[in-house]
């Protein structure tokens, strides 16, 4: 029932593409090679419409009044569902009941263990999210508000682009991808151009006016001014004062142009190429939280860290022994006392360390010990911040220190010095490379928000280190303490 209803919604969006009613669609089964037609009927239209509505009022209300809509009290539906123990979670974290869910016993095995505490600690930070994503849509509806260029470009974005006419895209080999180069409205082709980028005509050079703040590897959304529409989201390969580069995953069509006109349409509109500010996923944070509610014992544990607030235990007897990792600190001429304290701290952790310090105070050369001495001990190393920059930063270092390490991330997003530790540059030809490469690294370094990667989808790690961890909000760095 559910694929079907899929397959009904995609005739609608392929109508709407196509501008021709579509009233049939295929399903297609990989796993067992089944394929099976599906008509589209207009009562099931017009109930997935209503469910869809219905869907879209829930969603509003519970963003405006945090009040989530009534469970359906099906014991039969509820049971085999799989949004089970996040929903159940949630209606005892709004007040709900055994009674209220319709669920009885079930409900109660499934939220025993929360506590008013927890559940305190649920609403805020789910509200908080709110907040913040709320803002985030604010900044997102003046994209569509602004039309003043020099304000935009302030705010990360570049207006008023056209496709280069001489070479508006090439295929990237490497990954496939469409590589669409626009240029500031008015100016020659790139192709016109001296070997280093400057234009021929020195006169019509546009420095000034198309300096921005988008920098090669960000994620953008390309739309188009005359419609106000956005068209796709891409990754700023390269950008200069007067052009900009965007890789996207397909070619590009303009809704409701014709495959005949596509092209000339595409070279005649006036493009706008934003920020993708929103890339946070308010989803992933949520989900990160809930994590912390549910009954594993791993959930248990690092609940009472962060929830109930229980005090880190560090290992007294360790520091007294023969640990080799021990013997290098306190061989390192280099250090000094605090950062020696604070590596040994590091090693001494059962639960987690903080560590504070001023800017420049060796914070980052302290880390590029502590990972040596973890290295010692054997333990397998997530290494992470917040910003690419940041993880970059102390990679540079440990590459300097001939530490072998893998960095998962955009390559385009990542430093050039350390590019070479990413599977883009290296000869993987199969998902079997890729587990071998995971297996042989003892550091894998990534941002918070890129820890979601599927290729860290089962790997665990005995140590997370998170550099500038003040930068991010509690929601996102639970699955960073989840994974170890
Ligand atoms: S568990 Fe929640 S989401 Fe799932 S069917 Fe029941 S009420 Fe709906």
Avoid at 349 to 372: C, E, F, N, Q, R
Avoid at 390 to 400: E, G, I, M, T
Avoid at 424 to 451: F, P, Y
Avoid at 460 to 467: E, L, T, Y
Wanted: aromatic fraction near 6%; include cysteine.
């Amino acid at each position: 029932m559910e694929h079907t209803a899929q397959v009904t919604l995609y005739t609608l969006l392929m109508s709407d593409r196509y501008q021709k009613h579509i009233d049939t669609g295929l399903l297609c089964y990989l796993q067992s090679d089944q394929t099976q037609g599906v008509a589209v009927r207009r009562s099931d239209l017009v109930g997935i419409i209503m469910r869809r509505n219905e869907l879209a009022n829930d969603i509003l209300k519970a963003s405006r009044t945090q009040v989530l809509p009534p469970m359906l009290k099906s014991q039969s539906m509820c049971r085999g569902c799989r949004h089970l123990n996040v929903c159940t979670i949630y209606h005892k974290a709004h007040g709900g009941s055994s009674g209220s869910s319709g669920l009885g016993d079930l409900f109660d095995s499934n939220t025993h263990h929360l506590t008013n505490a927890h559940a305190a600690f649920l609403r805020l930070w789910d509200w908080l999210i709110d907040l913040e994503a709320k803002e985030m849509q604010l900044v997102k509806n003046e994209i569509w508000r602004s039309h003043n260029s020099k304000s935009d470009y302030a705010g990360g974005c570049l207006s008023s682009v056209v496709l280069d006419w001489k070479l508006p895209y090439s295929k990237s080999k490497k990954d496939n991808r469409f590589v669409y180069h626009f240029l500031r409205n008015g100016l020659p082709s790139l192709s016109e151009r001296t070997s280093n980028g400057d234009f021929l005509n020195a006169a019509s050079s546009p420095t000034k006016e198309v300096d921005c703040a988008l920098r090669c590897g960000d994620f953008v959304i390309l739309s188009s001014e005359s419609s106000h529409l956005p068209v796709a989201s891409g990754i700023v390969t390269d950008i200069s004062h007067s052009h900009v580069s965007v890789s996207f995953s397909k070619l590009l069509r303009l809704p409701g142009s014709s495959p005949s006109s596509e092209a000339s349409h595409l070279l005649e509109e006036i493009w706008r190429v934003d920020k993708d500010e929103f890339m946070t996923s308010f989803s992933v944070m949520r989900l990160n939280l809930v994590q912390l509610f549910l009954q594993s014992a791993q959930a248990a544990h690092v609940r009472k860290m962060i929830v109930d607030l229980e005090a880190p235990r560090f290992d007294k007897g360790r520091i007294l022994s023969q640990d080799p990792a021990i013997s290098y600190v306190l061989s390192q001429r280099n250090l000094n006392v605090d950062q020696r304290q604070a590596i040994l701290k590091i090693l001494a952790a059962k639960d987690y360390a903080l560590i504070l310090g001023m800017p420049g105070t060796g914070k980052t050369s302290t880390m590029v010990h502590a990972v040596k001495a973890l290295l010692i001990r054997g333990a397998s190393i997530l290494l992470t911040s917040y910003t690419n920059s940041a993880v970059d930063n102390l990679l540079v270092k440990l590459k300097a220190q001939n530490i072998d390490f893998l960095r998962i991330g955009r390559h385009e997003a990542v430093h050039e010095e350390v590019r070479g530790h990413c599977f883009s540059e290296m000869n993987i030809q199969s998902v079997e490379d890729i587990k071998l490469r995971l297996d042989q690294v003892k550091v894998v370094a990534v941002t918070c928000l890129g820890i979601t990667s599927p290729l860290l989808a089962n790997k665990r790690f005995d140590v997370c280190i998170m550099d500038e961890a003040g930068q991010t909000t509690l929601p996102v760095r639970i699955y960073l303490v989840m994974d170890v």
